[in-house]
């Protein structure tokens, strides 16, 4: 079988989508685990059709000041968000 190779230019095609094309890419981009859990609550939003829930916004807050004051933590501390991300 013979194969044919098409350069796209990614940003172009972006571009030319209309809301919906792009509400469908961000679907496809869900169902495919890329988008499952993203941070920003207007993509989480576009993407799942539903509001961040009490629980992942407090959980978001916490991973954001993990994140920011990670230079402050322990080794110990370090250690064991190691151990819990493993689990997943």
């Known amino acids: 079988m013979a194969y044919v190779r098409i350069d ?3 940003d ?3 571009n030319e ?4 094309d792009k509400q469908t890419m961000a679907e496809w981009l869900y ?3 890329i988008l499952q859990s993203h941070s920003n609550p207007e993509i989480r939003k576009l993407v799942r059709s539903d509001e961040e829930s ?6 978001r807050n916490n991973l954001m000041k993990l994140w920011n004051g990670h230079f402050r933590l322990s080794n110990e501390d370090e250690e ?3 151990q819990i991300a493993n689990k997943l």
């Open 8 to 10: 796209v230019d990614l």
């Open 12 to 14: 172009e095609v972006y």
């Open 17 to 20: 989508m209309d809301r919906r």
């Open 31 to 33: 169902d495919d685990g």
């Open 54 to 59: 009490p629980g992942e916004y407090e959980l």
């Open 80 to 82: 064991i968000i190691k």
